[in-house]
């Protein structure tokens, strides 16, 4: 099973700001939901709650939420306590690809872990407060890398990049 995990960040590594993302870029969430459509998704706890209500749990995915709160209840999720046990379960359903879509916790957690990176890199330096692990370069190796212009509907310039682990 290949273990991915995919996010969006800046040039200063920033994935989020108050649970949230501090940018709009339409083109990169249809990016997400195809990558991640028919598969299994990993987030944490606060990821999940960060969802829009009509995309929880993310459509047509399994949906596992990593926490550490022992009851926490998640309708339509799978509610593990640990990264390893996501993992585990992901690989019991013949997953052939499993995606960590975060937090910051469960990236640093999972890139070790981790065979290939679908980042979208945005072309700008944001204000936030949570941020993406430094990547070591040269473990990792760019596969494909396809750029957006800034636009009406995006105000950065970004590229979609896969990166494999040099084996």
Partial sequence: MIISLIAALTTNRVIGKNN????????????????????????????YDSLPEKFS?????????????????????????????????AKKSNEPEVF???????FTLGLPLADRLYLTEIQA?????????E??????KETSRVHHDA???????FDFVVYDRHS
Avoid at 26 to 44: A, C, E, L, N, Q
Avoid at 135 to 140: C, G, K, L, T
Avoid at 151 to 157: G, M, S, V
């Fill in 125 to 133: 330096s944001i204000d936030g407060d949570t941020f993406f692990p």
């Fill in 57 to 89: 749990p993310l459509p047509n995915r399994i949906n596992i939420v990593v926490t550490r709160q022992r009851n926490f209840n998640a309708p339509g999720c799978q509610i593990v306590h640990s990264l390893e046990e996501a993992i585990r379960l």
């Fill in 135 to 140: 990547i070591d370069r040269s473990v990792w």
């Fill in 20 to 47: 949230d993302l501090p940018w709009k870029l339409p083109d990169d969430m249809s990016y997400f939901m195809r990558t991640t459509k028919g598969h299994t998704v990993i987030m944490g706890r606060k990821n």
């Fill in 100 to 106: 960590n879509i975060g937090g910051a916790e469960l």
């Fill in 151 to 157: 636009d009406k509907k995006h105000a950065f310039e």
